[in-house]
């Protein structure tokens, strides 16, 4: 998983909101943000369009230099930060979804982990990814050096 | 657990709460962070998207315990004590 910039196929709107998101999340949390990967079905572009009755939102996950599965006692600071940035831009047509994990990511379903390891885009990072998804990450380079895609 | 009451308080908040406040109504659940942050209930807005990650990181698979459901629990008690207040 390389960093990489915010997709082009996202509304401007949007991309501000996620810009503005991860970049208040890095100024103020910087001492234990340690990586932000926008997953899911934006992450694939395989979004639901603006003119559906439900749009897709955009799901990034937050990882925290921590091992309190609730990322306390920081949670409710986080929060805050994620709807400060959102009071900037209330005309982004999609819902910017920020989930929270630890570094272990031990609590993680091992599917959903696979999935971020293969679609996920990696917005920032401090340091090497936490090994639930670095390990991850090597079996799939390694399987696609072979040939071998999903 | 975290599923049920989720569905049951986001219907609770967008449309009763907000009608019995502001006499105002709303069909969609989606979008409910900008409509309470358009209402100027800025906090209440921070208390929804803390228990919305409750919930999330449920449907994603991550493996909830007393403190998942005690965080939920205490974040809905938050957010009716502000509907009903």
């Not at chain 1, 910039?5 to 991860?22: G, H, M, R």
């Not at chain 1, 003119?51 to 925290?64: G, M």
């Not at chain 2, 409910?32 to 228990?51: C, D």
Request: aromatic share 8%; charged share 25%.
């Amino acid at each position: 998983m390389k960093m990489a910039p915010i997709p082009a196929w996202l509304d401007n709107a949007t991309s501000a909101l996620v810009e503005e998101t991860l970049s208040m999340l890095i100024k103020r949390h910087a001492n234990i943000l340690l990586a932000v990967i926008l997953f899911g079905s934006v992450a694939r572009h395989e979004e639901r369009p603006l003119d559906d009755s439900c749009p897709s939102d955009v799901d990034l996950l937050a990882i925290f230099d921590t091992t309190d599965r609730l990322v306390k006692p920081y949670r409710e600071d986080i929060f805050a930060t994620i709807i400060d940035a959102c009071a900037l831009h209330l005309d982004a047509p999609r819902e910017v979804n920020v989930l929270l994990s630890d570094r272990t990511m031990q609590t993680w379903d091992a599917m959903f982990l696979d999935n971020i390891a293969h679609d996920g885009i990696l917005l920032y990072a401090r340091g090497s990814l936490p090994a639930q998804l670095a390990a991850r990450q090597s079996l799939q380079e390694r399987l696609e050096d072979k040939g071998v895609t999903r | 657990m975290q599923q049920g009451y989720s569905s049951r308080d986001s219907h609770f908040l967008s449309c009763h709460a907000t009608l019995q406040k502001y006499q105002q109504h709303r069909d969609k659940h989606q979008g409910l962070t900008a409509y309470l942050m358009g209402l100027g209930e800025q906090r209440l807005a921070q208390w929804w998207r803390n228990f919305e990650d409750v919930r999330q990181a449920g449907f994603y698979g991550n493996q909830a315990g007393e403190r998942e459901v005690q965080e939920a629990l205490d974040l809905l008690e938050r957010i009716r004590t502000w509907a009903t207040a």
